[in-house]
């Protein structure tokens, strides 16, 4: 059975850095492409950025150059490494990946941006 465990969310101010960690097990993560999606409260879940397997990465326009995707094979493990956060980062960040025709996503983690 797939399943994702994110963790590393919080409370930050405008201008801090977060690192979300996604944990994943029943799966090999190396052989996947993986994603990290944000879904703040009134709006549509949107595709922050993600990364294939052999690690090429994309992200949203709204994010580039703030945030970066990479992944540890060995340890099974996405991270979102989030820097000069704005409020509007403010969202529920989810980790998904699919195989084949089914979609996996994990519980998500709250990230506040605030002061």
């Known amino acids: 059975q797939v399943q994702l465990v994110e963790s590393g969310g919080g409370l930050v101010q405008p201008g801090g850095s977060l690192r979300l960690s996604c944990a994943a097990s029943?799966?090999?993560?190396?052989?996947?492409?993986m994603g990290w999606h944000r879904q703040a409260p009134g709006k549509q879940r949107e595709l922050v950025a993600s990364?294939?397997?052999?690690?090429?990465?994309n992200y949203a326009n709204s994010v580039k150059g703030r945030f970066t995707i990479s992944r540890d094979n060995a340890k099974n493990m996405v991270y979102l490494q989030m820097n000069s956060l704005r409020p509007e980062d403010t969202a529920v960040y989810f980790c998904?990946?699919?195989?084949?025709?089914?979609?996996?996503w994990g519980q998500g983690t709250q990230v506040t941006v605030s002061s």
């Open positions: 990364i294939t397997s052999g690690g090429s990465t």
């Open positions: 029943g799966i090999s993560l190396s052989r996947y492409a």
């Open positions: 998904y990946t699919k195989l084949g025709i089914t979609d996996y």
